[in-house]
């Protein structure tokens, strides 16, 4: 047999954990292969060995046959192997082309030759369908361009092996649809493709193979055909995953949250929620569905005190708290789990254990006379990681180290410990794995069964009918429709999404 990539008994070892333990992987000539695993399962890290980014204590890596050290990105590039990684590595300020050329520029004389180069961006740009824009600036196309820019600067780079990392985490639907076509072009083209990702509908929509790894250990390879996502998932976890998610009718009692005629400009001071109504009573779950961009972020800031508001009314038990500061927000009996969890949920350089006293640092018994009392901390610490199945080496672990399904059990621990009447949870399960997931949603239900208000955003709709015990669906910064999720369909909710249908009610 014929593959372009072998890696053969990789083990990577990092202090105190065994990443890659003997995982043998096998890319043939024109597949796309899936690399499935849990958060942390050591996906990433495999790939990183491939791409140069790491170097393995033991095993064998072959391209086309011959045996290869990779020692760097750029000897990967050289072997025509390019990633994309999940976070991407783009210049902000700089321009599409400027971005994929930058170390491989085309010089006419002295000087860097800009028409060549975008007139080359332009012609691969077409090439693979990827309709971007070569002299557009990053900073001002979304995050669904910046990866097809991604691609370009590894197609541009030669790339014959293409390695995803998580691609589908941070697309809208649309945009999803538009990568899996740019996929089957790739392949036309004879390139072979490694796509890591825990989404067993993509795996089976788009892969040819599979190879399931667990804890760190190589499970099975197998052809996607005739598999299920049920078996898939439980190879990934290693036991049976429930995908409908087990839970009583809500008793819904006071209203917790009040929103009356609530306007909130966006950062470019454009109108981003326009006068909009909306409570949440304790003991339910309302998720709020709309496509990305239509006020969500606006309106949970504006909740939370990050965001100031044009005018309306926000009120938690019946007291008004739109002008408090957001830390008397918080303790006013409002948890947040943010959409970002880079940005908004953590402090990336500091322990995990830090991390997890973030928004109660400040009192007892977590410090006194403004000095932190380190024991506490790691005390609270070790009781969330344990409880929340956080997977950490130990509670000192910066939380950069962490995987980004760890890190989001981290938030969320912190966030349900401190047992807020109010719970916002927004995208909390982008990005994680089935029996992450589960146990998200478990949580979740867990909280409106202890009486609690918990509003939920997401923009995937299977976890909003899911979850929702109500959900009011959010179109250009306006609810639209309150519908209940046992008598609609995803197809009702994507047309009241796009604004095509109006319907209200379902209290």
């Not at 050329?101 to 975008?118: F, Q, S, T």
């Not at 972020?297 to 739109?322: C, F, M, P």
């Amino acid at each position: 047999m014929d593959y372009v990539v072998e890696m053969l008994n990789i083990r990577k070892e990092f202090p105190g954990i065994v990443a890659n333990d003997n995982i043998t992987l096998q890319l043939k000539k024109g597949e796309i292969h899936a690399l499935l695993g849990e958060n942390g399962a050591g996906k990433s890290t495999l790939m990183n060995v491939l791409f140069g980014l790491y170097q393995p204590e033991k095993g064998e890596i072959k391209v086309k046959g011959k045996t290869v050290k990779i020692t760097s990105p750029n000897i990967a590039n050289d072997l025509g192997i390019g990633m994309v990684h999940q976070h991407f590595m783009l210049v902000d300020t700089f321009t599409v082309t400027e971005n994929i050329v930058l170390g491989l520029e085309p010089k006419k004389g002295l000087n860097i030759d800009m028409k060549k180069a975008e007139k080359d961006v332009q012609e691969i740009s077409d090439r693979y369908g990827l309709k971007v824009d070569p002299k557009a600036k990053i900073a001002d196309i979304s995050v669904g361009m910046q990866q097809r820019v991604e691609i370009l600067k590894t197609l541009y780079r030669g790339a014959e092996m293409l390695i995803f990392d998580e691609p589908t985490a941070v697309l809208t639907p649309q945009e999803i649809k538009e990568l899996t076509q740019i996929f089957r072009t790739l392949i036309k083209e004879g390139k072979s493709i490694i796509l890591i990702t825990h989404k067993l509908k993509e795996i089976i929509e788009v892969c040819d193979r599979v190879t399931v790894i667990r804890k760190g250990v190589g499970i099975e390879t197998l052809d996607v055909e005739g598999t299920t996502p049920t078996q898939l998932a439980s190879l990934m976890v290693g036991r049976e995953v429930l995908f409908k998610t087990d839970k009583k009718p809500a008793v819904p009692k006071d209203t917790v949250l009040e929103i009356s005629k609530l306007n909130v400009k966006d950062s470019r001071g454009v109108d981003a929620v326009r006068n909009l109504d909306l409570t949440v009573r304790s003991g339910e779950i309302v998720g709020i569905a709309g496509v990305d961009g239509n006020g969500q972020s606006e309106l949970i800031e504006a909740i939370t005190g990050l965001k100031k508001i044009q005018s309306g009314s926000v009120k938690l038990n019946g007291k008004e708290i739109s002008k408090y500061k957001t830390r008397k927000i918080t303790e006013a009996g409002v948890g947040h789990i943010p959409q970002d969890r880079h940005k908004h949920g953590l402090v990336l350089d500091f322990p995990i254990g830090d991390n997890m006293v973030l928004q109660t640092y400040y009192s007892k018994p977590y410090s006194k006379y403004s000095v932190l009392n380190n024991k506490e901390i790691n005390k609270q610490a070790k009781k969330l990681i344990q409880e929340f199945d956080v997977r950490t080496p130990s509670e000192t672990t910066p939380a950069r180290a962490l995987s980004g399904g760890n890190q989001q059990k981290a938030i969320i621990g912190r966030e349900v410990d401190r047992d807020p009447d109010l719970l916002i949870a927004a995208q909390p399960t982008r990005g994680l794995d089935v029996g992450a997931i589960e146990f998200i949603h478990k949580r979740l239900i867990e909280q409106r069964d202890n009486g609690k208000a918990v509003l939920l955003i997401s923009f995937e709709l299977e976890e909003i009918l899911n979850v929702s015990d109500r959900i009011a669906v959010i179109y250009e910064g306006n609810i639209i429709a309150i519908v209940d999720p046992k008598e609609t369909t995803e197809q009702e909710l994507g047309l009241l999404m796009a604004g095509s249908k109006k319907k209200v009610g379902a209290e």
